[in-house]
Every structure is written in C-alpha cells, then in structure tokens.
C-alpha cells in the first residue's frame, strides 16, 4: 500500500477532531493551545529489541509507546493533549501491522484523551523503530526534577520492580500471568498523580530506568543527595511471593526499569496531603526514604548498613 494511502486509511481517522492537523494531507500542522496554557513537549522512541522485545506486536509497540512518552507529561504534571508519530519499518511489514498499530493508537488517544497531529513514515531495512512527539498542556509551574530540600520526603506510586521481574522472565520464555506481563508491556502512565502533585512535591520524575538511577537525577539536578530504606520499598504481593532471593527482588525494584511510577519529594508538612492523594486516586503513594545535605543516593538495609548496587539502573 502507498504511504498516502496508508496515512488516509489508518491514520487519517485519529486526526479528525483536531482541524489543524489538515487530516494528515499537509506539509506540517497548526495547532493552538488554550488560552493561558502552556504547551510541554517530550519525545520518546520505541525500539525493537530494546525497548520491546524482539517480534513484539503493533499492539505492543502503540501502547508502550504512547504510555513511556505520557509517562514523561505526568512527571511534569501535564495533560495530553496532541502527539504525533514517526515510523521506520522494514519493507515486506504487511498492512495488517500498520491498521493494528493505528488501532491501537485509537484506543490509546480515546483513552488518554489526546489527538494525532501528523507523523512521518520510512520503510528499510532493520528493525521497526517507532518515534512519538507528545504535546501537553499546564496551566501552573511544570515539576521539575529540580527542587527538592534537604529534609524532604521521597514518595514512589504504585509498586516497584514488577516491569523488570516479567522482563526477566519473558526472556527466559518462562509463562508468566497476564497482569505481570502487563506491567513490562503496558504501563500505566500517573498522569492525575502528576496533575495533582502541583500543590505538594518540590519535585519529581518518571521511573523508567530504575528508582535509583532515577532519584539520581533528582538529586544532581536539586544539588542533594538521598537516603533510601530497603525494606520501605513497596512490592507487590505477585514480587513479594516469587521464588527468588529477596535480595534479587530488592534489585528488581532499585535497579529494573520500565515501572512508570512517578517518584516526587515533598516537605514531612505535606504528608497528610499525600495520604489523602493517594485515598483519593486509590493509588499506594509509599515513604521510601528522604533528600539529605550529601551528594549520593544511599540506600539502606534494615539495620541501617549502606547496601552496594550492582547497578543503578539502565545505562541508554
Ligand atoms: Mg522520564
């Protein structure tokens, strides 16, 4: 099928309610935030074999690929709004691929509430490599990882090291239950955590390579360091039953990637704040630990011993 055909058939459609895309018929878009917002951009890619695994469907690649790059509007506490996409696939990928992949988007951006603005597509050799651009609004100051205080609480959302746990074992071709896998092929991006977080954190990030990586750039960015406790780590109860060492599940949730939580700080008045965030989102927003005067991320064992990380996170 011609490109054009392809863009009118399976791409055109998810552009229909934004008339500055010009239904994908132009040489570029134009679009307008509302009156006294601002735009937030962010891109991210998704690759084959990196990060999805090799022969992974068009599904897989539209939902992760929408949900790393709304995973990075909800650390800035942004709301999606439009997106675009560029595509690289090898030549003999049937169209089948390319209306699964539209139709996924589709669902996505019903569910995420964004539309599609434009896009660019090659065809080659190699793997599928899938670039998004997403546009989201604020209305206040975006968090930053910028910010945070010596004194300052550290909050991670949800559980941690489940994404990289069903890595493992879907590289080992060991069954694992759909909602762990879930967690690696299909994160949920915190992005009414981060609209709501405006009021409370000095600061905040996307967990996508690993919390302490991740923390790390907190803590260069707002020239602090950290103290994180081991045993404060939230796992989930699939984590916390695996038949693995506990050391190998603490690592799964210090170093794995993938998990899409937000990690925030916030001042110990805040607390109250957060409890009631996280009733009302019904979302677990757990105390892992605080900012200190130091320059290093520290994590601590349960008898305050400084434990070693083999490593901190995924090295791009
Ligand atoms: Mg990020």
Redesign the pocket.
């Known amino acids: 099928m011609a490109e054009r055909t392809r863009i009118a058939r399976y791409f055109a459609p998810l552009a229909l309610e934004e008339a500055g895309s010009f239904s994908l018929t132009d040489d570029a878009a134009v679009i307008t935030p509302p009156a006294g917002q601002s735009l937030v951009v962010t891109t991210d890619s998704v690759i084959e074999s990196i990060h999805v695994l090799a022969g992974a469907t068009a599904q897989q690649f539209a939902q992760k690929l929408m949900r790393r790059n709304l ?2 509007l909800a ?1 800035m506490g942004a709301t999606p709004w439009r997106y675009s996409v560029n595509l690289h696939t090898p030549k003999n990928l049937p169209d089948d691929w390319f209306a699964q992949f539209a139709a996924t988007l589709g669902a996505e951006q019903h569910r995420f509430n964004l539309l599609l603005i434009g896009g660019d597509s090659t065809t080659g050799t190699g793997n599928i490599h899938t670039t998004m651009t997403c546009f989201g609004l604020i209305n206040n100051a975006p968090l930053r990882r910028k910010g945070a205080r010596v004194g300052d609480d550290i909050y991670v959302s949800g559980t941690m090291g489940d994404a990289s746990y069903a890595l493992t074992l879907l590289q080992q071709n060991t069954p694992i239950d759909e909602a762990l896998a879930s967690r690696y092929h299909c994160p949920i991006p915190r992005l009414k955590l981060g609209e709501m977080l405006h009021p409370i954190a000095t600061s905040a ?2 967990i ?1 390579d690993g919390l302490v990586a991740d923390i790390s750039q907190i803590t260069r960015a707002s020239g602090v360091g950290a103290t994180i406790q081991q045993e404060a780590l939230p796992l989930s109860t699939c984590l916390k039953n695996a038949a693995i060492e506990p050391a190998q599940k603490y690592a799964f949730a210090l170093s794995g990637g993938d998990d899409y939580e937000l990690c925030f700080t916030a001042p110990p008045a805040k607390r109250e704040a957060v409890a009631t965030l996280a009733t009302r989102l019904k979302l677990p927003l757990t105390r892992i630990g605080e900012i200190t005067n130091g320059n290093a991320v520290e994590v601590l064992d349960e008898t305050g011993q400084p434990i070693m990380l083999a490593r901190a996170g995924y090295e791009h």
């Open positions: 995973s990075d650390a990030i996307d996508s």
